[in-house]
């Protein structure tokens, strides 16, 4: 089904299951394997959850057979995340045929959404374990491990889990996450993220410091700061309230570890990104320029129903604010066709947007309705399937073709690269990204993982640069 049309080769990871990075093998008495779906907030509370299991004496294991623990860590933000999510419980029904000690626990925005639900409707489940609760996980663990069912999904004002070192799964050993809050108090009309992940809490800019200094030290050379909203990013010293920090200031501090430090940031609302936050990102060179600002809509009417508090005009003054301060940043969104009520008018109005701010990537879904949401309670979902599905076509195919012209305009330039790894495709080449976020390969040479390197770029196919090295950077 034509439910998400996305680019970067990063998305495919849905379901992947995690291994663990070298320095993380050792031998375990137990071991448990991990699926993560959804956002990349969900990957790295993945890698909290292996944290915390590290402690108890499990090791990671891509071998579903080999582990006594299958954790599925869910996402709910479309109906179709949740489908697949039951489908491979079905298949885990085999695995615990075989070993009827495995357990199996349902983690993240599904088993917060559906909660003690969840066990009802999968017999298999024997535990469902809310964001903000896996702290508990091992208390959890025995319960289970007793033959009780256990359920925590208490949502919390103040879990950010900063003390945590998240234990990197799956690492390419250059680039990480780092979350910097949690939680999203926005209420977009169509999202349940709100009710998944309850009050947004900004973690302590320090704890953030430390995790990313500790990553460059461990010879990462790109950290990720995560949120759902990250321009409200707000913390207050508990012991001092005359100290703050805004998302500019720790974007500052985090660019000021090393030069040698790539960073980058995802997402931004629109009504919140300020002036400040694009000086900032002119001032440091490390700072990416690359700013993922979703629309949704481009029809002030559906804006209004979505509840997302910016019109379309607000919308383009910023999209013109961005390319004034940051000539060369590049700028990705997220469109939802086929909201509620959307007429043709209101979906041409989405299309001009489009075109206007010519977006280098875009995520695009048609509407899922979500039990819960405002939109669900409120607005009845009444664009039928087809022109839902037809609108998405129609925007692809725009946005498809600007992408390519945004390919094809890089061909001839020289960029700074940070390689990442050996190419899928061959191994006598390397892969990374620009620092406006475009993959680019280009011959080994002697170049390695972790380098920055200048290089040219001959030529693109609609997702990739092609190019040649021409010396470090
Ligand atoms: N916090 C981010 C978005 C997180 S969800 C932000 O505010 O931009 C990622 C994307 O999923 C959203 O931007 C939206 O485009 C899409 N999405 C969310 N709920 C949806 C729904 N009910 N149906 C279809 N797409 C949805
Ligand atoms: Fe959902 Fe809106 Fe919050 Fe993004 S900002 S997570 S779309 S409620
Ligand atoms: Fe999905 Fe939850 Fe992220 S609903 S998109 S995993 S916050």
């Known amino acids: 089904?034509?439910?998400?049309?996305?680019?970067?080769?990063?998305?495919?990871?849905?379901?992947?299951?995690?291994?663990?990075?070298?320095?993380?093998?050792?031998t375990y008495t137990k071991k448990f394997y991990i699926e993560s779906y959804g956002c990349q907030m969900n990957f790295n509370d993945s890698e909290i959850v292996a944290s915390i299991l590290k402690e108890e004496g499990f090791g990671p294991t891509r071998n579903v057979e080999e582990a006594s623990l299958v954790l599925l860590n869910t996402c709910s933000i479309r109906e179709k995340a949740e489908t697949t999510v039951r489908?491979?419980?079905?298949?885990?029904?085999?695995v615990k045929?075989?070993?009827?000690?495995?357990l199996v626990g349902v983690l993240g925005c599904m088993a917060e959404r559906l909660k003690a639900k969840l066990l009802e409707e999968e017999k298999l489940v024997d535990?469902?374990?809310?964001?903000?609760?896996?702290?508990?996980?091992?208390?959890?663990?025995?319960?289970?491990?007793?033959?009780?069912?256990?359920v925590n999904v208490l949502l919390s004002r103040e879990e950010t889990y900063d003390d945590i070192s998240p234990v990197r799964l799956d690492s390419n050993g250059v680039t990480a996450f780092v979350s910097i809050m949690r939680g999203c108090n926005n209420m977009c009309s169509f999202c349940v993220v709100p009710f998944t992940r309850g009050r947004e809490r900004s973690r302590d800019y320090r704890s953030i410091l430390q995790e990313a200094t500790d990553l460059f030290q461990r010879g990462y050379r790109e950290v990720t700061l995560l949120g759902q909203n990250v321009d409200s990013y707000y913390w207050v010293n508990p012991v001092n309230d005359a100290e703050t920090v805004t998302f500019a200031n720790l974007m500052e501090k985090v660019a000021q570890i090393s030069p040698l430090l790539r960073v980058r940031f995802s997402t931004s609302h629109p009504k919140d990104i300020t002036d400040e936050v694009l000086h900032v990102m002119a001032k440091y060179e490390?700072?990416?320029?690359?700013?993922?600002?979703?629309?949704?809509?481009?029809s002030n009417r559906i804006l209004q129903l979505m509840n997302r508090t910016y019109t379309r005009e607000w919308y383009m003054k910023k999209?013109?604010?961005?390319?004034?301060?940051?000539?060369?940043?590049?700028?990705?969104?997220?469109?939802?066709?086929?909201?509620?009520?959307?007429?043709?008018?209101?979906?041409?109005?989405?299309?001009?947007?489009?075109a206007y701010s010519r977006y280098d990537l875009a995520y695009m879904f048609f509407y899922s309705e979500r039990p819960g949401t405002l939109a669900a309670r409120r607005y009845q979902d009444d664009v039928p399937d087809d022109v839902k599905k037809r609108r998405l076509a129609e925007v692809v195919e725009l946005h498809r073709g600007q992408s390519l012209a945004s390919m094809q305009q890089d061909v001839g330039?020289?960029?700074?690269?940070?390689?990442?790894?050996?190419?899928?495709?061959?191994?006598?080449?390397?892969?990374?990204?620009?620092?406006?976020?475009?993959?680019?390969?280009?011959?080994?040479?002697n170049y390695k993982k972790c380098d920055y390197v200048w290089v040219k770029v001959d030529s693109c196919t609609s997702g990739t640069l092609i190019g040649t090295a021409t010396g470090m950077a």
């Open 286 to 298: 490390n700072i990416c320029n690359y700013i993922h600002l979703p629309v949704q809509s481009g």
């Open 413 to 445: 330039k020289t960029f700074k690269v940070l390689v990442e790894g050996t190419s899928k495709r061959s191994e006598d080449q390397l892969f990374g990204r620009t620092g406006h976020n475009k993959v680019i390969v280009f011959p080994k040479e």
């Open 87 to 94: 489908k491979r419980l079905t298949e885990f029904q085999k």
């Open 1 to 26: 089904m034509l439910d998400q049309v996305t680019k970067v080769h990063d998305e495919n990871r849905q379901g992947e299951a995690y291994a663990p990075e070298a320095a993380d093998i050792q």
């Open 319 to 354: 999209v013109d604010r961005i390319r004034e301060i940051l000539p060369d940043c590049g700028i990705s969104t997220d469109v939802i066709t086929g909201f509620c009520t959307e007429t043709e008018e209101d979906h041409q109005d989405t299309m001009e947007v489009m």
């Open 97 to 102: 045929q075989r070993n009827p000690e495995l």
């Open 127 to 150: 535990m469902v374990v809310g964001p903000d609760a896996y702290r508990t996980l091992p208390a959890l663990i025995e319960e289970a491990e007793t033959g009780q069912k256990a």
